[in-house]
């Protein structure tokens, strides 16, 4: 006799949103949770516990749209937070400042291949140098979509790809808003961070001499 046939179980997916600060990920986040939970679809939404800029346990867009959401360090304690049964009911899992989450791709390869449930992931795609920023671009080979956004220039208005660090702070994970980071361009990008390495070494045991070096350059 064949043994019973397992349940059906929907197919998972991996929707993945990227882009600079100040582009509308967080929004464009809380937008598809929504429309998945207005369709009748169970939905949880997960941020990281280092983000408290404007709430601790709620996902808050820069115009103060706000989504009640479990702040965690790692992703995969999630389904220990929640417990085992309303895990099993979710649906919908969205991830909010999905850069800080070292788990990242393991916790969308279980939830979307192995347990069937559909997550959507927003994230900044680079940090303030444009490297690589966290696993957000390390899921992009598990997506079954990758939205790019961009903000708009700070400084001319035109459509900005990277994230400006204001301060002279230099560690990669410096969380803060419009008083830290600003949107810019690829020429204002370039721009700054040449007048920075001007400034840097106009102050720099090199003096005069460095700087001289820069402008030539």
């Given at each position: 006799?064949?043994?019973?046939?397992?349940?059906?179980?929907?197919?998972?997916?991996?929707?993945?949103?990227?882009?600079?600060?100040?582009a509308g990920k967080s929004t464009a986040l809380?937008?598809?949770?929504?429309?998945?939970?207005?369709?009748?679809?169970?939905?949880?939404?997960?941020?990281?516990?280092?983000?408290?800029?404007?709430?601790?346990?709620?996902?808050?867009?820069?115009?103060?749209?706000?989504?009640?959401?479990?702040?965690?360090?790692?992703?995969?304690?999630?389904?220990?937070?929640?417990?085992?049964?309303?895990?099993?009911?979710?649906?919908?899992?969205?991830?909010?400042?999905?850069?800080?989450?070292?788990?990242?791709?393991?916790?969308?390869?279980?939830?979307?291949?192995?347990?069937?449930?559909?997550?959507?992931?927003?994230?900044?795609?680079?940090?303030?140098?444009?490297?690589?920023?966290?696993?957000?671009?390390?899921?992009?080979?598990?997506?079954?979509?990758?939205?790019?956004?961009?903000?708009?220039?700070?400084?001319?208005?035109?459509?900005?790809?990277?994230?400006?660090?204001?301060?002279?702070?230099?560690?990669?994970?410096?969380?803060?808003?419009?008083?830290?980071?600003?949107?810019?361009?690829?020429?204002?990008?370039?721009?700054?961070?040449?007048?920075?390495?001007?400034?840097?070494?106009?102050?720099?045991?090199?003096?005069?001499?460095?700087?001289?070096?820069?402008?030539?350059?």
């Amino acid at each position: 006799m064949a043994p019973p046939a397992a349940p059906y179980r929907r197919p998972g997916e991996v929707h993945v949103i990227v882009g600079p600060m100040f582009a509308g990920k967080s929004t464009a986040l809380l937008r598809r949770i929504t429309a998945e939970s207005d369709s009748g679809r169970t939905v949880a939404m997960i941020k990281s516990s280092k983000d408290t800029r404007y709430a601790v346990d709620a996902v808050v867009t820069h115009d103060g749209t706000k989504f009640p959401c479990w702040p965690l360090p790692d992703l995969l304690s999630f389904k220990l937070k929640i417990g085992a049964k309303a895990y099993e009911k979710v649906d919908v899992i969205g991830i909010d400042e999905a850069q800080f989450f070292g788990d990242l791709y393991e916790f969308c390869c279980e939830v979307a291949d192995l347990d069937g449930k559909t997550v959507v992931v927003a994230g900044l795609d680079g940090d303030y140098l444009r490297r690589s920023f966290g696993s957000v671009l390390d899921i992009i080979p598990l997506a079954d979509t990758v939205t790019k956004l961009t903000a708009r220039c700070e400084l001319c208005g035109k459509r900005a790809f990277f994230t400006l660090r204001k301060t002279g702070e230099l560690q990669t994970e410096l969380i803060g808003g419009a008083d830290v980071y600003m949107p810019v361009c690829r020429l204002h990008y370039g721009n700054e961070q040449r007048s920075a390495s001007v400034e840097a070494a106009s102050g720099s045991k090199f003096g005069a001499a460095a700087v001289e070096e820069l402008l030539d350059c």
